[in-house]
């Protein structure tokens, strides 16, 4: 199952009113046997499921609103990831689908009786990029399920989930907590770990960076985003510099999977910039504003919008089969 620094036993602070709903389901019998968990990654989908799977598989829940024990064998099988009444399956690539394969087992998995007379539980992770034939597999398994099963699929997003699968499951959407709530959290786990942050990272800068999603925010502290990302946007000024070329800036950072969005989200702050200096305008890159700011003042307001209209299209371009630093590269010798 999910497992990181974060308890897993306990819902997140901004998940009480779903919890709540979720467990008095259970408490008089009516739950679904089928859960469809939607939101933008890093708001705690995954966190959610794995707490609901601890609590309903514990041989002695506790407290109110109730929880796991943490203590008992399943408990423990659980926190081993060897429970013989869970399966989870996820894509084997970020690239890539879930496939009928993994469905089949998985389908064959909910057939047999759980070990230890409660529930079976499957969690299929990124359940939107299911193929149309791994869905229509799935369909069967929803359609006709045995008792005492629950499926909780995990959504970034629903665009690529058909509409038959959707219908057959009872849909909860993730969204991000106030900002407050968000950052005492952040703060709270700040100190256990914050001497492998780097120097400049802050509660408040990296949840700003993720867009308001607490566990992306603290994912960001753990890895080498937040330094990848300035040394990207050196070379960035350096190219609209002409200190660097965009040939040799897109050959550097074409594979950082983080680059249109970085480049989206730049563009963006360098608008609000433009068309707003007193009060200062909320940034994505808070840290970066001086240097946003001198890059906005070098071109009117209408070229800054044809920009961001270029770099909108990246998507659709790089999702393409195509040269990925040709077209970044073409993109930023139209900024020069
Ligand atoms: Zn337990």
Aim: net charge positive.
């Amino acid at each position: 199952m999910v497992s990181n620094a974060v308890n897993s036993l306990s819902p997140l602070p901004w998940q009480h009113d779903p919890w709540r709903n979720l467990t008095e389901q259970h408490r008089q019998s009516r739950p679904a046997h089928a859960l469809l968990f939607v939101g933008a990654r890093g708001l705690g989908k995954r966190h959610l499921a794995t707490a609901l799977t601890y609590w309903l598989l514990c041989q002695q829940p506790q407290g109110q609103p109730p929880q796991a024990c943490g203590q008992c064998r399943s408990c423990r099988q659980l926190h081993s990831g060897v429970h013989p009444d869970v399966q989870h399956i996820a894509p084997e690539a970020a690239d890539k689908p879930l496939k009928i394969d993994q469905i089949r087992g998985l389908s064959e998995f909910m057939q047999h009786s759980s070990q230890f007379g409660a529930y079976r539980i499957a969690l299929l992770d990124s359940a939107e990029r299911l193929n149309p034939q791994a869905a229509n597999a799935l369909l069967k398994t929803l359609e006709e399920p045995p008792a005492q099963r629950l499926m909780i699929l995990v959504a970034d997003g629903v665009a690529g989930l058909p509409a038959t699968v959707r219908s057959r499951c009872q849909r909860l959407n993730f969204s991000r907590p106030a900002s407050e709530q968000a950052l005492s959290w952040l703060r709270s786990q700040w100190g256990q770990h914050s001497q492998s942050f780097p120097a400049d990272a802050t509660p408040e800068l990296v949840l700003s960076l993720a867009g308001g999603a607490p566990l992306r925010a603290l994912a960001m502290a753990h890895s080498e985003e937040l330094t990848q990302r300035r040394e990207c946007f050196t070379d960035y000024q350096q190219v609209i510099h002409r200190r660097l070329s965009p040939d040799q800036w897109a050959n550097r950072w074409a594979k950082q999977p983080q680059i249109g969005e970085w480049l989206l989200t730049w563009q963006q702050d360098m608008i609000r910039l433009k068309l707003c200096q007193t009060p200062p305008p909320r940034l994505a890159h808070p840290d970066l504003a001086e240097s946003l700011r001198q890059l906005s003042h070098r071109l009117p307001a209408e070229r800054l919008f044809a920009q961001l209209q270029a770099i909108e299209t990246l998507p659709r371009l790089l999702s393409a089969p195509v040269n990925v630093p040709l077209q970044l590269a073409a993109l930023l010798s139209r900024f020069l």
